[in-house]
């Protein structure tokens, strides 16, 4: 499958946090149907629950203005309540809870959207 445009980013506190990415295909917020969502983040253990990922969500979200974007989709597992309330402090709202496909386990999932 081709890649989309995308960019990744690293969470940094003058050490490793984690990172950010940002994909989208040019001129739509759709996303093929094996891409989950436009974003998506992780944060090593040691640094979690200090707000690294609520703040590069926020950072990272221009660069989805910047491509056109009206809005933004991410996903998260049901029991990720940490991941939805990064999503949700960024002005996400829950759009509905869906089964992924094969490929990610066929495990539910919920889906999120920030709009730019």
Not at 3 to 17: Q, S
Not at 48 to 58: D, P, V
Not at 90 to 100: A, M, P, Y
Request: with cysteine.
């Amino acid at each position: 499958m081709p890649r989309l445009p995308g960019i990744r980013l690293w969470i940094w506190d003058g050490e490793f946090c984690g990172s950010i990415g940002f994909r989208w295909q040019p001129g739509t917020e759709e996303l093929p149907p094996h891409v989950l969502g436009h974003i998506g983040y992780a944060v090593i253990p040691s640094k979690r629950n200090r707000g690294y990922a609520t703040r590069a969500l926020s950072e990272i979200l221009p660069y989805a203005r910047a491509e056109g974007l009206r809005y933004v989709e991410l996903t998260t597992d049901l029991d990720n309540v940490q991941s939805q309330r990064t999503i949700t402090a960024n002005g996400g709202i829950l759009v509905e809870q869906f089964v992924k496909a094969v490929n990610y386990g066929s495990t539910p999932g919920l889906r999120y959207r920030i709009t730019l």
